[in-house]
T-cell receptor, first 115, second 110 residues
Framework: EAEVAQSPRYKITEKSQAVAFWCDPISGHATLYWYRQILGQGPELLVQFQDESVVDDSQLPKDRFSAERLKGVDSTLKIQPAELGDSAMYLC?????????????FGPGTRLLVL | DAKTTQPPSMDCAEGRAANLPCNHSTISGNEYVYWYRQIHSQGPQYIIHGLKNNETNEMASLIITEDRKSSTLILPHATLRDTAVYYCIVRVVSNYQLIWGAGTKLIIKP
């Protein structure tokens, strides 16, 4: 069964450092999502891509976060500089298209700890 | 903001049916109800979704009331591996996004 791949699974960094997360969606999935999940809460959407284009990044803190999906396949989420409050799980999800009834499938996530 | 309300936690005995309620009183006529679960430290796992009719798959059944203001997820024979946080989500029609609440922590007891 096809899965969404993410790496690394765990990342520890010091504040003010740069970090990057990678996501490879299910093959053929045009829509890719990045979420942030703080402990005890549900995931919060950061950015949504349709192929290589950003559809929604209204919740992305653009002063320090950036995301790209250059060839419309895999994607990278970057934080520079990291802050203590960025400690969270970062989840990637993909779907065939953002249509009614379409299902998002999630990767295992990257757990970030900022010291 | 999330359009659903769920109890923060529930217990269920192993082998019994687990019934997880969800209120979505402001749901629109063309908005789907989705259920996901998240086992500790893993990514969310899709369970089931529906619009008006009841739905069943190999994992669970989804019962939606006739007025669509609430629904129930049923795990017919709960096992210890079903211990997880279960999220009920109403999918936004305008952009098809999922707005997540805090979910229900379901604990299956031996």
């Amino acid at each position: 069964e096809a899965e969404v791949a993410q790496s690394p699974r765990y990342k520890i960094t010091e504040k003010s450092q740069a970090v990057a997360f990678w996501c490879d969606p299910i093959s053929g999935h045009a829509t890719l999502y990045w979420y942030r999940q703080i402990l005890g809460q549900g995931p919060e959407l950061l950015v949504q891509f349709q192929d290589e284009s950003v559809v929604d990044d209204s919740q992305l803190p653009k002063d320090r976060f950036s995301a790209e999906r250059l060839k419309g396949v895999d994607s990278t989420l970057k934080i520079q500089p990291a802050e203590l409050g960025d400690s969270a799980m970062y989840l990637c999800a993909s779907s065939l298209w953002p249509g009614t009834g379409e299902t998002q499938y999630f990767g295992p996530g990257t757990r970030l700890l900022v010291l | 903001d999330a359009k659903t309300t769920q109890p923060p936690s529930m217990d269920c005995a192993e082998g019994r049916a687990a019934n997880l309620p969800c209120n979505h009183s402001t749901i629109s006529g063309n908005e789907y109800v989705y259920w996901y679960r998240q086992i500790h430290s893993q990514g969310p796992q899709y369970i089931i979704h529906g619009l008006k009719n009841n739905e069943t798959n190999e994992m669970a059944s989804l019962i939606i009331t006739e007025d669509r203001k609430s629904s129930t997820l049923i795990l017919p024979h709960a096992t210890l591996r079903d211990t997880a946080v279960y999220y009920c989500i109403v999918r936004v029609v305008s952009n098809y996004q999922l707005i997540w609440g805090a979910g229900t922590k379901l604990i299956i007891k031996p």
